[in-house]
Every structure is written in structure tokens, then in C-alpha cells.
């Protein structure tokens, strides 16, 4: 994602239409204006000053708490070597919390994927009325997870929920959604899938974009509607499939307000271990027991798992992605 | 993602000047939708709308309802409620300090918002227009941000604020939007690629400074996509939990934004806290606290699709 950005970040006027040059091209001396670079540096010292204190400068400290036992009270940090990471191995609740989020994600990202899609499809079909499904569908979205968690904690309940209620009306006994184990995760998906609609929007924005004599020409050669959706539809959206892929999964792994109102909300600590997801879990470490090298080393677990996951859907992803500026 | 460049260029823009991008040449008219041949299809695609906006609305119906029953019948699904009390609106000001919440996460949402869309603005310009040594390093490390998950920093930020005494304060939960942030840079900036350079050279020529290059011309000229910026944010902001939990759960429950209060208002209210299921004024406490939200959509909605279509091109 970062490297076709940057490449993308051809600045105004200064590739005088022509992409970067191949790797064998000896780079062309620019010659700065002083004046505007300084002007320039000026404009963006608020971002290189925002970044030095409150990323690098605190990630560089977030490193530093990691390796060390940190005292709120007395705020001092004395060196504790490696203790912190081998705790995340010797705490099972870590492991518990880290296979959950994996298994949410795993559970919700191709669901969201489809449904995302199947909706920007069928809007897609619709003239006339599409910008009123459009904003009824991107409603939820507009409302805030703290509403959202009230809600459905109360159309979730196994006995008198509402959603249990109507798949009663055709003959389904609905789990007990937010006591049994099982089913607390896909709750939580649930809850997300109501609120997917952005990644509708990004899906309808391509879908728009596939030419429309691209299926005109496939049916006049006898293809079905399955096989245009396969050879024409994917691959055609292939690149917003891949970036809606990356941005939820990275979501996902982060996934925090549902799951912390819908089950960590008091201390009573009652709910299913089953809820308990590696940001939750990081927050409690952190902002309950004041743990921070614990919680500090879960961060940087967790940063390095979303890298390494990114990184493997993209060197995946690029396999099949059609990118269109590749023809010339 | 370079297939995403071929979309039209963010935010209204037609055409990138530097030409890199290309142009789709299909009719625009004719692309924009196909409607299914036969009738029989036409009517499956509406009955299939039809039932998910259905689905996508019901918890709305539902929690409106919600909002006007007595305290024994919150749970009972009607979406028509046997006994309809009004006084639910009334009382939930006397039962929570739902006002003061409401003011606190509006007063922090336009800080955050104002704060962010300006200066994201401002650093977009000196990455748009000007050029210095390891410009598209530092824009590659903009971009870079984005991946790190905010855990990493979150003890950190805790300690820095800790450190300056500004615990329980607002501060924390806008304060780092003065320094911009990147996905609105990335998006400002896109905004300001699509504006004519000879604008800014002809201004320059006539004796403007570069600051009177961005406050003259590019600001007045990026509106939209500042809107976009400051729409984004105000909801980003209003729905903000995690930042309030840390910096402001342990202060007194006046001084609670709203996401905060009604979390808290959820515990209290439950029967396993020693509540006694007052479940109702949750329900109108989440109506009142979404119907802002959805406001700002109705008045906003081209912006939102607009940011959001931009977010799946940023490549």
C-alpha cells in the first residue's frame, strides 16, 4: 500500500507526465529553491513536530516501557530486560485474547467483504431511488458504537431479543448470542455488519468505474452473469477488494468499543473469556492494573502481527490485483 | 492499488495537472448504471433493497420505540409501544448529566475538528506545492503513520499528558490534532494537486508570500475537501470512547462526553450493577446522542461519500 502511495505521490508538476523511471536510470540533481524549501519545511513543521513528539518520540518510549517496570506512582522505570514479552507467553489470557481477535477477524472480514460487496452491487443495478438506499444503507454508520452496543445488547439477549424473536418466525432457536461462547464472536460481527457500509461506498466508487461495454461484449460472447462476475467484475475491482482487505483486517485486529461495551464494560470480569479481545485486554492491562511494560510489550506484539499480516496479504494481493496502469 | 488512480481525481477534481493521471475516456452518462433487462428481475433487485433497508433500519424503529416505553417494557420488541411515555425525554435530563455530556463531546468535537481540518490543511500545502529535499520521504512517512496501531502510543501519549498536568482536561482528546494527521493530509493534499500551479505563480509574480499563497488562494479554493476534513473528524470525535475511558473515566461524571456517559449509564442502569433496568432513558440518552450524527449526514451526505470514495483511491 505504502510504496504504490508514495509512488502515487508524484508531487505537482515535477514528473512532467511520465511515471518514475526504471530502476537502472541514473536520478536527475533537482535543484532547490532555498527560499521555497524553506517556506516549505515551515508549512509542514507542525506534522514533523507533531510526529517527533507523539509517534517516534513515543514509540521510541512505548520501547522503552516495554523493556522496563513502570511505576504511575512513583514514576520511575527500572529496567526489567525482556520480562514484559515473556509475560505475554505466561499470561493465558494474552494467548486467549490474541486467538480471539484472529478469530474474529478471520470471521469478519470476508463477511463484511461480501456483504459490502453484494450491496454495492445490487445499488449498483438500481436508478432511480439509489441515493435513498444509499443513505439508508450508510445510516448506520452515522451512529455512534456507543448506541449501536446499547442497542443491540438488548436485540442480542437470548431470551427476549429481538433477533432471536424473528428467527423464531421461521423456525430457528436462536443462541444464547451474548452468554454462550461460541456465539459472542459472531455477535460482534454481526454488530459490524450492520455498520459496513463504508466499505460499500468504496465498492460502489469502483464499480462505477468498470466500463459497461467490458459486460456488453462478454454477453454478446454467451457469458452468464457468474461468469462476468468472475472474469470481469473482480478483476476490475480487484484493487479496491485489496485495499478494503488491509484496511479491515487492520481494523479488526484493533477491534475495541464493541466488544468492551458489550462485555467489559464493569469490573465485575463475569463474561465469557471468549469476549475478550487483544485491545480490550491490552486497555485493562494498562489502564486497570496499570501494568503499562505489559501492556506497552502487547502493543508492539500486536504491531508486529499487523505488519507481518500486511505483508503477507500484500505480497499475496499483488499476485491478483489488475492493476490497469500496468497496460502502458 | 494503481487501478484506483484511474478514478476521477478526488473531491471534484477533474484532472491532476501534471497529467500522470489517466483520463477514462468511457461516457460517463452511460456508465453510470445498467438497470436489469428483464421485469422479473427488476422486481427481485427492489424486494431485495427493500428487504435490507428494512434490516438496516429496524434497530432505529427499534430504539425509538425503546426510547418511549415504561421501564418494564423496554424488552418487549413492539415497535408500536403499548404505553407511550414522553416523559422518558423529560426525565432522562434529571436521571443523567446527559446536558453537560452533550456540551462536553460538542465543545471537544469542534476543537478536534477545527484543529485538525486547519492544520492538516496548512502541512497538505508545504507537501503540495513547495519543494525540499526529502519531500516525498517525509510524505512517505505520512502515509507510514497510518499502519501503526494506536496501542503502540497510547501509554506514551498517557504519560506525556500526565507529565504536562493536563489529566482529566479536554486537551488530550483533541490537543494532538494541531499537528495534523494523515489520512487528512493525504486527502488535502490530493485537493491541492488538482489546483492550477499557474494560479499560484501569477500570485507570486504580483508580490504574494507563500503563506498569503495558501490563505488567499488555496484555502478559500479547498473548502469541500476542508469540509470533507472537518465532517470526518467531528464524527470521528463524537464517537470517541477509548480516548475518553483513559483520560477522563476517573474524573466525575459531569465532566463525561457523551460515549462515556452513556457506557457508564449502561452499567448503571443494569440489574447485575445494582440498577434497576431503567433501560429507557439508555435508549433516549442513544437517540438523542445519534440524531446529531445522522443530522450532520442528511445536511453532509455528498461530503461523506465523496471522502469515503476518496479513502478506497488512496492507493
Not at chain 1, 437470548?158 to 436462536?174: K, R
Amino acid at each position: 500500500m505504502t510504496t504504490d502511495a508514495i509512488r502515487d505521490a508524484a508531487p505537482l508538476a515535477s514528473h512532467p507526465g511520465k511515471k518514475k523511471g526504471g530502476a537502472g536510470k541514473p536520478r536527475q540533481k533537482v535543484k532547490y529553491n532555498r527560499r521555497e524549501a524553506i517556506a516549505g519545511y515551515m508549512f509542514i513543521a507542525p506534522w514533523i513536530i507533531g510526529f517527533m513528539v507523539f509517534t517516534f518520540g513515543a514509540m521510541i518510549f512505548s520501547l522503552y516501557i516495554s523493556f522496563s517496570n513502570y511505576r504511575l506512582v512513583t514514576n520511575t522505570a527500572t529496567p526489567a530486560g525482556v520480562a514484559n514479552y515473556a509475560e505475554l507467553f505466561d499470561d493465558p489470557k494474552v494467548m486467549v485474547s490474541l486467538s480471539n481477535t484472529l478469530f474474529y477477524a478471520t470471521l469478519a472480514v470476508p463477511l463484511e467483504i461480501a456483504f459490502a460487496l453484494v450491496l454495492a452491487m445490487l445499488l449498483n443495478r438500481v436508478g432511480r431511488g439509489a441515493g435513498f438506499f444509499r443513505t439508508v444503507y450508510y445510516l448506520p454508520k452515522m451512529t455512534p458504537s456507543v448506541a449501536t452496543a446499547a442497542v443491540f445488547l438488548l436485540l442480542l439477549n437470548g431470551n427476549t431479543g429481538a433477533i432471536n424473536e424473528g428467527l423464531a418466525l421461521i423456525g430457528i432457536q436462536g443462541p444464547q448470542w451474548l452468554v454462550d461462547p461460541d456465539w459472542v464472536k459472531p455477535s460482534i460481527v454481526l454488530m459490524t455488519l450492520w455498520g459496513v457500509s463504508g466499505t460499500m461506498i468504496i465498492f460502489l466508487a469502483a464499480l462505477k468505474n468498470v466500463p459497461r461495454d467490458l459486460y456488453e461484449v462478454a454477453s454478446l460472447d454467451g457469458a452468464g452473469p457468474v461468469r462476468q462476475f468472475r472474469t470481469i467484475t473482480i478483476p476490475m475491482i480487484s484493487g479496491a477488494i485489496f485495499f478494503n482487505v488491509i484496511v479491515l483486517t487492520i481494523a479488526a485486529l484493533q477491534t475495541f468499543d464493541q466488544a468492551y461495551l458489550l462485555f467489559w464494560r464493569d469490573q465485575s470480569n463475569a463474561s465469557p473469556e471468549s469476549s475478550l479481545f487483544y485491545a480490550v485486554y491490552l486497555y485493562i492491562q494498562a489502564f486497570r492494573q496499570f501494568n503499562f511494560g505489559v501492556a506497552a510489550a502487547m502493543a508492539w506484539l500486536l504491531f508486529m502481527i499487523i505488519m507481518i499480516i500486511t505483508f503477507v496479504q500484500v505480497k499475496f494481493g499483488n499476485r491478483f490485483v489488475y492493476y490497469e496502469g500496468d497496460k502502458d | 492499488m494503481a487501478v484506483t488512480s484511474s478514478a476521477p481525481a478526488a473531491v471534484g477534481v477533474k484532472n491532476r495537472e501534471n497529467g500522470v493521471q489517466k483520463v477514462r475516456t468511457t461516457d460517463p452518462v452511460k456508465n453510470r448504471w445498467y438497470k436489469p433487462k428483464s421485469i422479473v428481475a427488476r422486481i427481485v433487485l427492489w424486494v431485495v433493497l427493500v428487504g435490507f433497508a428494512i434490516l438496516f433500519m429496524y434497530p432505529f424503529a427499534w430504539l425509538l420505540a425503546a426510547s418511549l416505553k415504561p421501564r418494564g417494557q423496554v424488552f418487549d420488541n413492539a415497535l408500536i409501544p403499548d404505553t407511550v411515555l414522553f416523559s422518558n425525554y423529560l426525565e432522562v435530563w434529571d436521571q443523567l448529566p446527559l446536558i453537560s455530556w452533550m456540551f462536553n463531546s460538542i465543545a471537544i468535537a469542534f476543537l478536534a475538528a477545527g484543529a485538525v481540518a486547519i492544520s492538516s490543511s496548512v502541512v497538505a500545502f508545504g507537501f503540495a506545492y513547495f519543494k525540499f529535499p526529502g519531500r516525498n520521504l517525509l510524505f512517505g512517512l505520512v502515509l507510514a503513520t497510518m499502519m501503526l496501531p494506536g496501542a503502540v502510543t497510547l501509554i506514551p501519549q498517557y504519560l506525556i499528558w500526565k507529565q504536562i498536568g493536563l489529566l482529566g482536561t479536554w486537551v488530550p482528546l483533541w490537543g494532538m490534532n494541531l499537528f495534523g494527521s494523515a489520512f487528512y493530509i493525504f486527502l488535502q493534499r490530493q485537493f491541492f494537486l488538482g489546483l492550477p500551479r499557474e494560479l499560484f505563480e501569477a500570485a507570486r509574480i504580483d508580490g504574494c508570500t507563500y503563506w498569503g499563497m495558501f490563505r488567499r488562494i488555496a484555502m478559500p479554493l479547498s473548502i469541500p475537501s476542508f469540509i470533507i476534513v472537518f465532517i470526518f473528524e467531528l464524527q470521528a470525535s463524537w464517537n470517541n470512547l477509548q480516548a475518553a475511558l483513559i483520560y477522563l473515566n476517573a474524573g466525575s461524571v459531569e465532566d463525561f462526553t457523551a460515549p462515556l456517559g452513556i457506557a457508564y449509564a449502561m452499567t448503571k442502569y443494569s440489574p447485575s450493577a445494582g440498577g434497576q433496568g431503567d433501560y429507557q432513558y439508555v435508549m433516549v440518552a442513544s437517540l438523542v446522542i445519534t440524531l446529531p450524527m445522522l443530522l450532520i449526514f442528511a445536511f453532509g451526505q455528498r461530503f461523506f461519500i465523496e471522502g469515503i470514495a476518496t479513502q478506497g483511491r488512496k492507493g
